[in-house]
Every structure is written in structure tokens, then in C-alpha cells.
T-cell receptor
Framework: EDQVTQSPEALRLQEGESSSLNCSYTVSGLRGLFWYRQDPGKGPEFLFTLYSAGEEKEKERLKATLTKKESFLHITAPKPEDSATYLC??????????FGKGTSLLVTP | GAVVSQHPSRVICKSGTSVKIECRSLDFQATTMFWYRQFPKQSLMLMATSNEGSKATYEQGVEKDKFLINHASLTLSTLTVTSAHPEDSSFYIC?????????????FGPGTRLTVL
């Protein structure tokens, strides 16, 4: 049973069209929720860590929020260079990351 | 962000040979590193947790005698794929855990593409 579920699997946006990616989790005792960006053939690039419900973090056009059941990655006025796969992961009892399957984002000019 | 390197970035080998992949944290010390495997269009799957100075902890279904892990220092972990076969072809990625200023974060290397002929 999946502990981390990301939706949608794929998302196509026009440049400037804001949207949100979802990450829902079912683990108890969450230690941290992580967002990464991964470009094809490369390792994941760290974006954010969220530790408690109500927490929010921002970086350029990205904003991550966390509730007790899910996290959202909001993308404001995206640009083509934001195209990538966005991965959500959680840690609970240990320190290893449990990844969702990712959302593949394509931003067209 | 912290920097983690991997070497080599790409390797092609014949079936039956062994391949060693290095993972280094360049600007911080990491008592814990992790090794993941990623198949095309799939997410990262944890293989093992590598702790400096002690034996690695392997995930269920991962053969410890096939995937040898050594974490000899606070900045270096190695993964050796022994007697590699075509089904071992994959993208191997390491991460290093950094504890600093109340934050517990993991930073990933750029990955190693292994192709076994």
C-alpha cells in the first residue's frame, strides 16, 4: 500500500498559468515531508522540507504547504524552465525517504 | 544547498564484472548516506542505508552480497555491484543526510547510469 501518493501524474501548463501539485500521505508519526525537482538523467534537487502542519515555505515561483494529510506545491506563473518531475517524499520512523511516483510537469511557451 | 558528487556518472560493463560507484559529500559530513535505484519513468526505490563505521542496512529484497556498501569515512560511501547482470542496469543515486541548525535534510548526487551488456 502506497504511503505517498502524488497527483496528477502529469500536468501540462501554459507559461504563466498557475497551478498546484498534490502529495497526500498516510504514514503516522511524520518526521518530515520533502519536495524535490528532478530533471531527466539527473539526481533530485532539493527544494523544501516541511516538518509540521501549517508550515509554508517559498522559493522563487514555488510555495510548499503542509497539512496533517497532504502537502501542496504551488507554482505561480510558471516558466518553461520549471518543466521537470517534482517528487514528494516523507520520513517517519527512520531517516530514509519514501518517495511518491512524482508529477511530470511540462510548461509550454 | 549542500553538494554531493557521484563517480562515475556513466558506466558500461560486461556481464559478470563488478562495478564500484562512489558517493561523496563535498562540503559537509554525513554519518548517514542512502543508496537508491531508479528504473525508467519510475520513482526512486531505497536499496540500503549506509552508516559510517558500521554495516549497511538493506531493504527487503535487496541482496547484500550483490550490492556491497562501504561507508569508510564521514564523506564517502561506495556501492559495489558484484557480478553484474543485465537486469542490474539502472540509474543508481546516492543521498547524504545533513543535520544542521535544527534541520534534517538529504541531498542527492547526480546519479550513475549503469548499463550491463
Amino acid at each position: 500500500e502506497d504511503q505517498v501518493t502524488q497527483s496528477p501524474e502529469a500536468l501540462r501548463l501554459q507559461e504563466g498559468e498557475s497551478s498546484s501539485l498534490n502529495c497526500s500521505y498516510t504514514v503516522s508519526g511524520l518526521r518530515g515531508l520533502f519536495w524535490y525537482r528532478q530533471d531527466p538523467g539527473k539526481g533530485p534537487e532539493f527544494l523544501f522540507t516541511l516538518y509540521s502542519a501549517g508550515e509554508e515555505k517559498e522559493k522563487e515561483r514555488l510555495k510548499a504547504t503542509l497539512t496533517k494529510k497532504e502537502s501542496f506545491l504551488h507554482i505561480t506563473a510558471p516558466k518553461p524552465e520549471d518543466s521537470a518531475t517534482y517528487l514528494c517524499a516523507v520520513t517517519y520512523s527512520g531517516y530514509a525517504l519514501n518517495f511518491g511516483k512524482g508529477t511530470s510537469l511540462l510548461v509550454t511557451p | 544547498g549542500a553538494v554531493v558528487s557521484q563517480h562515475p556518472s556513466r558506466v558500461i560493463c560486461k556481464s559478470g564484472t563488478s562495478v564500484k560507484i562512489e558517493c561523496r559529500s563535498l562540503d559537509f559530513q554525513a554519518t548517514t548516506m542512502f543508496w537508491y535505484r531508479q528504473f525508467p519513468k519510475q520513482s526512486l526505490m531505497l536499496m540500503a542505508t549506509s552508516n559510517e563505521g558500521s554495516k549497511a542496512t538493506y531493504e527487503q529484497g535487496v541482496e547484500k552480497d550483490k550490492f556491497l556498501i562501504n561507508h569508510a569515512s564521514l564523506t564517502l560511501s561506495t556501492l559495489t555491484v558484484t557480478s553484474a547482470h543485465p537486469e542490474d542496469s539502472s540509474f543508481y543515486i546516492c543521498s547524504a543526510r545533513r543535520l544542521a541548525q535544527g534541520r534534517d535534510e538529504q541531498f542527492f548526487g547526480p546519479g550513475t547510469r549503469l548499463t550491463v551488456l
